[in-house]
Structure formats: structure tokens, C-alpha cells
Nanobody
Framework: QVHLLESGGGLVQAGGSLRLSCAAAGGRVTVATMGWYRQAPGKQRDLVAS???????NYADSVKGRFTISRDNAANSVYLQLNDLKPEDTAVYYCNYVFGEYKCWGPGTQVTVSS
């Protein structure tokens, strides 16, 4: 069973930056598709960025050029660098692990961007 734990969220002013981390235990991030999703109050959970085992990266249009996903194989972790943050980026950010039919989520970390 894989366990994920996100960290790095917080309160930041518009235009600021944060770096989110997702540490995995019980499974290797190198063999999975790792994703970052976010969910704002009253809205569905949407994909923000993902990286496959072959290092193919995908971003939501709304974050292209501002967010960067990366992976540290030695640390068995995935990161999301958030730059030029906007109030509409406010949400709970979740890390996701997919390997074949297996999928799991972390508990999430809150990102709040003030205007």
C-alpha cells in the first residue's frame, strides 16, 4: 500500500511562490504516473500537472508557464513549484499515484493566495 504526504502549502500574496512536496512510502514514484490535483470549495478536483514514468509531463492550461512539476527519484518524491500565484489558484492541492489499476491520494495541502 502506498502512502503519500503533501507539504509546503500556505498563505501567500498574489505574485508569490510556493513549492509543494509529495513524499511517497510503500511504492516508487519512478514506476507510477504522479499527479498534482487541486480542489477549490464547491468545485471538482482538477488535474494541475502530471509526470509519467517516462517523464512525459502535462499541465493544465491555466498553470502553463507558472507551475513546474518535478521528481526526485532518490528522495522518492514529487514536487510542484508554483510561481506567479493568483487568487484563483487557491485550493487544496492533492498528490496522486497511479500504477496500473492501483490509485491513491494524499490528504492534501492548502494553498491560499491573497489579492
Amino acid at each position: 500500500q502506498v502512502h503519500l504526504l503533501e507539504s509546503g502549502g500556505g498563505l501567500v500574496q498574489a505574485g508569490g511562490s510556493l513549492r509543494l512536496s509529495c513524499a511517497a512510502a510503500g511504492g516508487r514514484v519512478t514506476v507510477a504516473t504522479m499527479g498534482w490535483y487541486r480542489q477549490a470549495p464547491g468545485k471538482q478536483r482538477d488535474l494541475v500537472a502530471s509526470i509519467t514514468r517516462d517523464s512525459n509531463i502535462n499541465y493544465a492550461d491555466s498553470v502553463k508557464g507558472r507551475f513546474t512539476i518535478s521528481r526526485d527519484n532518490a528522495a522518492n518524491s514529487v514536487y510542484l513549484q508554483l510561481n506567479d500565484l493568483k487568487p484563483e489558484d487557491t485550493a487544496v492541492y492533492y498528490c496522486n499515484y497511479v500504477f496500473g489499476e492501483y490509485k491513491c491520494w494524499g490528504p492534501g495541502t492548502q494553498v491560499t493566495v491573497s489579492s
